[in-house]
């Protein structure tokens, strides 16, 4: 059974779908009744009209009347209690997609519940994002050694550099070797960015496919041209988002940045984010904080600051309608988790740029 950890708003939703999955019922119907029977005796004669046959014997009729009498007693099952009752009796593997999105305490719930089942051998998948592979640990003690993490690799250089040549190979060009390695590196495991890019070097190289075999050599000017083109059309709607922070915004101290332009508390994160050109990395605090020091010209946040500002950078974009949140900050361990590939291919190389709400409204006038 598979389910997607992105659409169960409360425990309930989690136990409704095995019970819809196992095809359970959730209500018991017993009946129980009684019955009495009253009849009444009388004699005729064969003669009377409502015989049929003729004689002069003498019959005897009873009428009988049945009661019955029944109470229907009604028993009603949580969807927790009936899903964990089915199971027990069906252990069918149960995949938790997304187990992240779900909240910490809702966590610890659903891994106690089922913990029983998984001791007796039911056997329970849960897919993560890397740094939250042990969330199931943290909330169930328990679970200690009863948990085998496997790690699913980003793509090698190798396995992307696969897409551009079996790609360009079928429009009959040859990609110089150079250029599969700097699509492969600027990739970031991703071969999704690898796709993308092959897309945006075809549209403005103008390529069709070449009536005989050709060798594409592409020079560096043109790969930032497609890296940029690239960045522009993934990650900018996120971006935007997180550099502006909560809607409850209150007229925040402008700081400028050491090339002279002013932006806020959260812009100047980003910027220092961006300095460090992240890949799927988790970031330290401290790190972060030296990049910060080096993009910003003065005014540098306290450490308070900084934290409130990646709080609420990560519940954004909890928020955010992708299937991962593109970053993740853990509190207690002060560490931010990039995360998505794209949000960190666009702080590499987007325009770390937010339009004035002046400039927003005639974007979107025209």
């Not at 009603?76 to 009936?82: A, D, Q």
Request: charged share 25%; proline share 5%.
């Amino acid at each position: 059974m598979w389910i997607d950890g992105g659409t169960v708003a409360v425990e309930d939703d989690f136990w409704q779908v095995i019970v819809e999955q196992l095809a359970l019922f959730q209500s018991i119907d017993e009946e129980t009744g009684s019955e009495a029977e009253s009849k009444i005796g009388g004699k005729g004669t064969a003669e009377a009209n409502f015989l049929i046959a003729k004689g002069t014997g003498e019959v005897s009729v009873e009428l009988g009347k049945v009661s019955t009498k029944s109470t229907v007693s009604t028993q009603s099952l949580s969807s927790r209690v009936t899903a964990l009752t089915g199971l027990r009796k069906n252990p069918v593997p149960i995949v938790i997609d997304d187990f992240h999105y779900l909240p910490r305490d809702m966590q610890g719930s659903i891994v106690r519940a089922l913990k029983p089942l998984i001791f007796d051998g039911l056997p329970v998948v849960i897919i993560a994002i890397p740094h939250r592979r042990y969330d199931a640990l943290k909330v169930e003690k328990e679970m200690t050694g009863r948990i085998a993490p496997i790690e699913i690799q980003a793509w090698s250089a190798e396995e992307l550099g696969y897409i551009p040549v079996t790609g360009f190979t079928l429009l009959n060009y040859s990609l110089d070797a150079t250029c599969t390695t700097r699509l492969a590196e600027e990739a970031i495991g991703s071969p999704h960015l690898m796709q993308d890019f092959c897309r945006s070097l075809c549209r403005q190289l103008q390529l069709h496919r070449a009536e005989v075999p050709a060798q594409l050599r592409v020079a560096e000017p043109e790969m930032e041209v497609v890296f940029k083109d690239v960045a522009e059309t993934i990650g900018r709607p996120i971006f935007e988002k997180l550099a502006r922070g909560p809607r409850q915004r209150t007229d925040r101290i402008e700081r400028t940045l050491r090339d002279g332009r002013s932006v806020d508390i959260y812009e100047l994160v980003l910027h220092g984010l961006a300095h460090i050109r992240p890949g799927l990395v988790s970031v330290e605090y401290e790190e972060l904080r030296s990049a910060i020091r080096d993009v910003a010209g003065s005014q540098m946040p306290q450490l308070h600051e900084i934290a409130r500002v990646l709080k609420h950078m990560a519940t954004i974009a909890a928020t955010d309608q992708s299937s991962t949140p593109v970053i993740d900050f853990e509190e207690e361990e002060k560490k931010l988790h990039v995360t998505d590939p794209f949000f960190a291919f666009y702080l590499r190389w987007g325009e770390l740029v937010v339009p004035t709400d002046k400039s927003a409204r005639q974007l979107r006038l025209e």
